[in-house]
């Protein structure tokens, strides 16, 4: 008797793709994303260093969580908007101190 691997129906080709691309280039984005803006929320230190190398050495964690997260999340309109908001969050919060706002 051999076994059998059943597909879930909901595995089409549209499907897939959607969860690629939020997998690949929009993680991707939203973590360098995180990275560019991990400074603004990130305490200086002593040194005054720790707010620009904590995110790059968090980079890879961060990017990993996300990709993780995007691949096995079953709703993916849930993970669109989960990374979507994410990246909108550090998005806006660069371009306001780029902007001079210093809150």
Known sequence: MMAQ??????TNAARRWAR???AG??????SLGIMGGA?????????GVNDIVLP??????????LF??????????RGYAFVGGLAALHAIALA????????
């Not at 691997?5 to 909901?10: W, Y």
């Not at 400074?39 to 040194?47: Q, R």
């Not at 995007?70 to 309109?77: L, V």
């Open 68 to 77: 993780f997260y995007a691949c096995f999340e079953q709703r993916i309109g």
């Open 20 to 22: 690629v691309i939020l």
């Open 39 to 47: 400074n603004l929320w990130l305490p200086p230190g002593e040194g």
């Open 5 to 10: 691997a059943t597909v879930p129906p909901s």
């Open 96 to 103: 306001l101190r780029i902007g001079g706002w210093s809150g």
């Open 25 to 30: 280039p929009l993680v991707l984005l939203c």
């Open 56 to 65: 790059i050495l968090l980079y890879p964690a961060v990017w990993t969580a």
